[in-house]
């Protein structure tokens, strides 16, 4: 049985502020190593209920945080900052199932610690078929592509609700409720690692009654953009339609070519600051 985990950082029991997380933070080794225990016990779990193989796509930032030895399961590491396919890199039909940990709610959302979706300076908002969309209902739209259902979020709890909504019967390891986009209370870092544990391993022993994502054809990605310099950036790119100074979308059957059309318009917007 073969596992895909796509992991980010944000949603990691205690982190609540970007030097934890961002590469050179005073903070940043002590919490890299929290993740990895996040990461290790959602392996540990699904190892316990039969899973045997695993890939882990680092997707967090410049994608290059964690020790490859220090992982679980002897499990694969994918790493590096370009990627075409961003923090779904390496996702293929041959998987089983799919695992995100220590993810984060929307930049359309209420209070999530840390909240952004994807590009926090160019998108307000990220909407699918007119629901608003986190980095897991995004991603979701690869797992779609490839028939690969998602069995496994762990973060706040306002990311688990959000990847509900995509993917209908998720397990969900809820390690901090969010205070505010800086503050959070969250379980003790064994406790965390406990929890993920027991709902990987829950998620691989229901998995024959798993579905891949939930999203209706033909998809509508609707972006709304924090300045207009972004949005018209993005209308340059084939298969956006700027819909308002703010505002653009990008429809289709194809739940990977909205992905990839969506990833060009993210590293796109980003080339305007780098």
């Not at 901090?176 to 929890?195: C, G, I, M, Y």
């Amino acid at each position: 049985m073969k596992i895909f985990i796509s992991s980010d950082m944000e949603g990691t029991a205690g982190v609540v502020d970007w030097d934890q997380c961002v590469i050179g933070g005073s903070q940043y080794p002590y919490y890299t190593e929290l993740l990895t225990g996040e990461i290790n016990a959602a392996i540990e779990g699904a190892m316990r209920a039969g899973a045997t193989e695993f890939l882990v796509n680092d997707a967090h930032s410049k994608m290059a945080n964690l020790k490859p030895d220090a992982l679980a399961g002897r499990a694969g590491y994918l790493s590096g900052r370009y990627k075409p396919m961003y923090m779904m890199q390496g996702l293929d039909p041959s998987f089983d199932a799919i695992f995100l940990v220590s993810y984060h709610g929307s930049m359309g959302s209420r209070g999530s610690v840390l909240s952004h979706t994807y590009f926090p300076l160019a998108f307000a908002e990220v909407t699918i078929n007119g629901v608003v969309a986190g980095e897991a209902g995004i991603n979701a739209l690869v797992a779609a592509a490839y028939r690969v259902p998602i069995v496994l979020v762990t973060g706040d709890a306002t990311t688990a609700e959000e990847t509900e909504r995509f993917c209908p019967g998720i397990k969900a390891a809820v390690v901090k409720r969010s205070v505010s986009r800086f503050s959070a209370e969250a379980l003790h870092p064994e406790a965390a690692r406990d929890l993920i544990r027991e709902r990987a391993r829950e998620a691989v022993e229901h998995l024959p009654g798993a579905a891949p994502p939930s999203i209706g054809l033909p998809v509508t990605l609707g972006m709304s953009f924090r300045s207009s310099d972004y949005c018209e950036l993005a209308a340059r790119i084939a298969g956006v339609e700027r819909t308002g100074d703010l505002s653009a979308v990008i429809v289709g059957d194809d739940p990977l070519w909205i992905y990839q059309t969506f990833i060009t318009v993210v590293l796109l917007c980003r080339g305007l600051v780098e």
